[in-house]
């Protein structure tokens, strides 16, 4: 005859703070910056036979260990394999477009840059965020900020972006009534994290913001459609 085992307690499984510790390991706690032009490779749905090269603005290392390819990409710095949207893109890989290769995982030398670089400069926890780390822009990338619905939209250039201890990234973006010396720089007190000042900021490529100042139809059409959600929430 057996012997009957004693009941174990039921143990209570928080979900939602393993969901916390989960995305806490996803965040970003080094950048490096992309300077050898290696690029995003991605894929529209509506498409089928098209594919699109989006050049690296920087890696990224998590604090799970994980490098990722990072672009300013609709409303944050975004890292590549997030894009699975069926609308705007699905990442396919990172591609050298000096010979061409395609390839899925982060070069051997980014990753250890940056585990180099995170083991180096070690950073103790806050309960605050505190400013880690800063990166000038090299991609001539710009920002359309919107603030209360109704009020103009505003396109600017992003001079650099900041990483944070608790894994945030924002672009800086210059106050004009500030600007005492030019070229501005990643320091210069006319700088501001974007969303500190605006409710929305979505990132476009030099030549997109160029098309939007040149007021080219077809580029301000797609635009007002894009926009149009982030009015109504207002």
């Known amino acids: 005859m057996g012997i009957p085992l004693s009941p174990r307690p039921a ?4 979900l939602e703070t393993m969901r916390q510790r989960q995305q806490a390991r996803k965040r970003l706690i080094r950048l490096a910056p992309e300077l050898d032009g290696l690029e995003m490779v991605y894929h529209l749905p509506s498409e089928s036979d098209a594919y699109y090269g989006m050049p690296l603005l920087a890696w990224g290392l998590r604090e799970d260990g994980e490098v990722v390819g990072l672009v300013p990409w609709m409303e944050r710095l975004t890292p590549c394999q997030s894009l699975e949207d069926p609308e705007h893109g699905h990442f396919i890989g990172y591609r050298d477009p000096e010979t061409e290769e395609l390839f899925e995982d982060p070069p051997d030398h980014k990753v250890t840059e940056l585990e180099q670089a995170a083991a180096y400069f070690e950073y103790e926890a806050t309960e605050e965020p505190t400013l880690i780390q800063q990166l000038p822009e090299t991609q001539g ?94």
């Open 11 to 14: 143990r209570v499984i928080d």
């Open 141 to 234: 990338t710009h920002a359309l900020c919107m603030d209360d619905s109704g009020e103009p939209w505003q396109l600017k250039q992003v001079f650099g972006w900041r990483l944070y201890s608790d894994g945030a990234v924002e672009a800086l973006l210059a106050d004009e009534r500030l600007i005492d010396s030019t070229p501005i720089l990643p320091g210069d007190a006319c700088l501001y994290p974007g969303h500190s000042r605006h409710r929305v900021v979505y990132f476009f490529q030099r030549q997109i913001a160029n098309r939007i100042r040149r007021e080219d139809p077809a580029t301000l059409e797609a635009l007002a459609l894009m926009v149009m959600p982030a009015d109504q929430e207002g």
